[in-house]
């Protein structure tokens, strides 16, 4: 069975305050038990405290928003997923596309930092997404597919069954301009056929297929209820807490 998930994806945004803030009004403000667990993305300096205050709650875990993609050693100013784990991450975001744009991230890093993070116990929330002149020209499903097998499909089923995928065009990602629900579900059910294709029909069935890229409290049901849209990986609408909460309401 696939779950319904919700994560928010705080990015570079709110000062430890605000943060724990924004985490105490989204309890607050929810009294029915989430129907999918809920993910808080926060920045690297505020993982430790936000644990402490998401562990209290049941359905609530914790991301971090990148790892690095070697073990340990020299490498000044990263951050590994043992560090991660040490201070209780439950997902790691890994692949987004602003990291692959500023950062310039590879297919193949990303593959390393996925096997680093499910050895280590953490679960990778994998983004991946066509920019504009991709969508444009029509080939965005072929061009996600490359994105999934060039980091994924060297897993083993057991392995592959720990992702979560994020669904996340680029075109869309922080301009207000949604993929319509029939965009969205196009993609998706693309990739839960890929997949399979690769893994077979129960690995596709029970795979977490997260959509992100301007969704907000106003369309998020509706993307929601697409078939093979299991929820969203939010950006701006996550650092407000009525928005996130009615978004995650809206997993059915
Ligand atoms: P927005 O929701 O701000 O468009 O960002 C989406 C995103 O990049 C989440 O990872």
């Known amino acids: ?23 105490q009004s989204v309890f607050d403000k929810l009294d029915e ?14 993982l430790q405290a936000a644990a402490k205050r998401i562990k209290s709650r049941e359905g609530f875990y914790l991301a971090a928003q990148n790892c690095h993609h070697e073990d340990k050693g020299a490498y000044t100013g990263e951050v590994s997923v043992d560090m991660l784990a040490s201070v209780g991450v ?20 990303l593959a390393q930092k996925v096997n680093l993070a499910l050895a280590k116990g953490l679960l ?7 920019p504009l002149d991709i969508r444009e020209q029509g080939t965005h499903v ?8 060039a980091s994924l499909f060297h897993l083993p089923e057991s392995d592959f069954r720990k992702i979560v995928i994020a669904y996340e065009p680029i075109w869309a990602i922080g301009t207000g301009k949604t ?5 969205a579900q196009e993609m998706h059910a693309a990739l839960r056929n890929l997949l399979a294709g690769k893994y077979g029909q129960s690995v596709a069935d029970d795979t977490t297929i ?5 969704c907000n409290a106003q369309n998020a049901a509706e993307l929601f209820s697409q078939p093979d849209v299991d929820g969203g990986l ?19």
């Open 1 to 23: 069975m696939r779950k319904q998930l919700v994560a928010g994806n705080w990015k570079m945004n709110k000062t430890l305050e605000e943060g724990l803030d924004l985490i």
């Open 33 to 46: 038990h989430p129907n999918g667990p809920v993910v808080f993305g926060t920045p690297y300096p505020f």
């Open 90 to 109: 439950d997902y790691v975001i890994i692949g987004h596309s602003e990291r692959r744009q500023y950062f310039h991230e590879t297919n193949a890093q």
């Open 124 to 130: 990778p929330i994998f983004c991946c997404g066509e």
């Open 142 to 149: 072929e061009y996600v597919a490359d994105q999934l097998k």
């Open 179 to 183: 993929a319509s629900t029939a965009q």
């Open 210 to 214: 997260l959509y992100g890229g301007s």
């Open 234 to 252: 939010i950006g701006g609408a996550s650092l407000k807490a009525d928005d996130f909460v009615a978004i995650i309401q809206a997993m059915g």
